[in-house]
């Protein structure tokens, strides 16, 4: 069914049906807006804020905001993109991405938004926060450093899994990924590897054990080419899983 | 006519602060275009000349995070002498690798590295005065001083190192192909 409703994305007509956010029609034409906490499968959470654009003079989240006919969205302004560069920034001094460290480099989608946008350095100053790693479960460790809040596995557990095992804790700064289980250790609570919540993380906070550089530097997900042509890190979970 | 070719050269620093050497072993990946290079840049302090002090220079180039008191000097003093400071490598730009020990205590590393450790004879923690202190956490150089530049990588490849001095030198924007960037 087409309603005959269009946008201009960057000047490209963007067909859209009722109901549709901007994003999801977007990503059916093919037409790539940078996002981090979102995933076309789980309700739009708007958290992450990187899927920022104008709309005629407004800054809204492409994710959230309902398509209307004739807007004129700019997605790709040195404007824009430097503004998803200092929320990229700020999501790297949070915490402790120590990119040469960890096994989801290369596959990462942070890394990947980051290297969209041109970011160079994190310009800002680091938290260096305390964080731990939980390495209770057999199969699945958590590396809380690396945590961005985008609640992707929060919405796969309540909304696919039906376990409710992980939630955001706390408030502004203070917030944090906390497991459901009388321990607080993803061991003592009933999460799975094969739970949808196990292969939507964005980035090395949710990582399988037993599995750690596989892909030699060169052939991972983003060594090759940029996010807008590969796509997310989810997507290419679901390839590997089959 | 030598002396102006000499004079019309850029003068580049180089130093590693915590780092491991990595990105100075990558400028080295250029291979056969450090010929090129030397045509048209004349190297001051650096560990390829084995000058121990920073005259005065155009581009300064920073391997490493700050993680004592002598790392500190250095950087004040580049950044004092060069008009152009680059952050050369992911612990120069974001402390890296040894910035993971911002996780713990100054005490709880020297401990771990020089009394509890496995296999240490002799347990005691060096106080030898000619060896700067620690600072308490590893901080990117940004944090310091003001920062021109900055190159990611761990270490950048000898091609991304090549594109951004070629730029540099010649006075172009200063932009990468995208498999020239890279946080690892």
Known sequence: MTTGKTYKLDGKSIPFEDGDTIMDAALRAGAYIPHLCHNPEFTPHGSCRVCIVNVNGRYLSACTQPAVDNMQIDNSSEEIMSQRRALLQMLFVEGNHVCPGCEKSGACQLQAVAYYTNMLSPHFTHFFPQRSVDASHADTAIDYNRCILCELCVRASRDVDHKNVFAINGRGIDSHLVVNSATGKLGDSTFSVHDKAAHVCPVGAIMPKHGAYEKPIGERLYDRQPINIVGDVAAHEQDEEV | ?184
Request: hydrophobic residues 40%; charged residues 20%.
């Open chain 2, 1 to 184: 006519m030598s002396e102006n070719k000499q004079a019309a050269k850029i003068r580049v620093a180089t130093a590693s602060l915590c780092g491991c050497f990595g990105c100075h072993m990558s400028l080295l990946d250029i291979d056969e275009r450090i010929l090129e290079l030397v045509e048209k840049v004349e190297f001051d302090r650096s560990p390829i000349t084995d000058i121990k002090t920073v005259g005065q220079c155009d581009v300064g180039i920073i391997e490493g995070g700050v993680a004592n008191a002598e790392n500190v000097e250095v950087l004040r003093e580049f950044r004092q002498n060069c008009r152009i400071l680059v952050a050369f490598g992911a612990c120069a730009v974001n402390g890296g690798i040894p910035a993971m020990r911002n996780s713990f205590t100054v005490k709880q590393c020297l401990e771990e590295s020089y009394v509890d450790g496995i296999g240490v004879d002799n347990p005691m923690i060096p106080c030898d005065p000619e060896i700067p202190m620690l600072l308490n956490k590893v901080h990117p150089i940004h944090e310091v001083v003001k920062v021109d530049y900055f190159l990611p990588g761990c270490p950048p490849s000898g091609d991304t190192i090549w594109t951004f001095l070629m730029e540099l030198i010649e006075g172009k924007p200063i932009s990468f192909p995208y498999q020239q960037i890279h946080y690892d």
